[in-house]
């Protein structure tokens, strides 16, 4: 896919629609840009930031032993229930 956008005075230019949906980015997003083996790359700043964040965290469930769905939400009630006796037990 090719297409061409114009730089305005102030250095500005349109996404073209295309461009958009196959980011999924819409008014208000913010883009990245970088530079990878001397091509000029945009991505979706949302996405990449969660696909690092994903890479960070890799393995790391099973480290926790997180090894299900189950696991992960007995997990989370503990925390709710610990969090719950911190903040409101002593108002019952």
Avoid at 63 to 76: I, M, Q, R, W, Y
Wanted: aromatic share 8%; glycine share 8%.
């Amino acid at each position: 896919m090719l297409d061409v956008a114009r730089v305005t005075t102030k250095g500005q230019i349109t996404i073209p629609l295309e461009f958009r949906k196959i980011l999924n980015v819409k008014e208000g997003d913010k883009v990245v840009f970088w530079v990878s083996n001397g091509v000029v790359c945009l991505g979706n700043s949302n996405k990449l930031v969660f696909e690092e964040f994903a890479r960070g965290m890799a393995g790391e469930a099973e480290k926790a032993g997180l090894n299900s769905e189950e696991d992960v939400t007995k997990l989370v009630n503990e925390i709710r229930e610990e969090m719950w006796e911190r903040d409101y037990a002593d108002n019952v």
